[in-house]
Structures are given as C-alpha cells and as structure tokens.
C-alpha cells in the first residue's frame, strides 16, 4: 500500500524506492532513541538502530521514506555501499562510516 510523505518525493536521494522495506526499533519509531546506527546489509536491506537493541521483539518493519521523514540526515548515507554501516555517537555528531564483516556469510559456512 502506498502513502505519502512530507518530502519532495522528485528529491530522493536513494537507489531504492521510497517504499522500500527497511527494519527499525520500537524505540527510533515512537521518538524516544536516535538514529545512531545504519547498516546497509549485504543483500541491501536498510537497518536503522538506536544502538540499544536488536532483539527480535523490538524489530519494526517501515518503509525507507518513513525513515527519512523521521531523521532526514540520514539522506547523507543515500550512497552508503551494501555491506557498510554508519555510526554517529548523537545526532549532533556527523556520521562515520566504515565496512562490516557478513554475519549471515560466517554462519552459513
């Protein structure tokens, strides 16, 4: 199902549809813990963490654009390669990116 945003839609930054499935927490989605952590997974998926949590009960499925419309400095990571991350310790910091090991690789071997 699509729906809007509250951005010029005709800007977008990413290789990826807006609409695109990307995986967040309980606690980036209500407001209550920053975007500080982003991974560009090896198969593409988009990961948004507070950097608190990974646990599977607090894992939330929502579309990429909905992320922007939640922090819009993450439209500076739009080129951040598969299999890299970015890290910010606030979101008054600037973003630091580096590549990450395939821990989906390691346990399939």
Known sequence: MSHSHNF????WPFRTPINTASFTTTRVLDGSLPILEVYHDHDGDWQFMCGTTNASEDAKVVCLGCMVEQDPTIVQLADLRDGW???RESPDHAWSREEYEDSDAENEA
Do not use: L
């Not at 010029?8 to 800007?11: A, F, I, L, Q």
């Open 8 to 11: 010029d839609e005709s800007t």
């Open 85 to 87: 991350m970015a890290y």
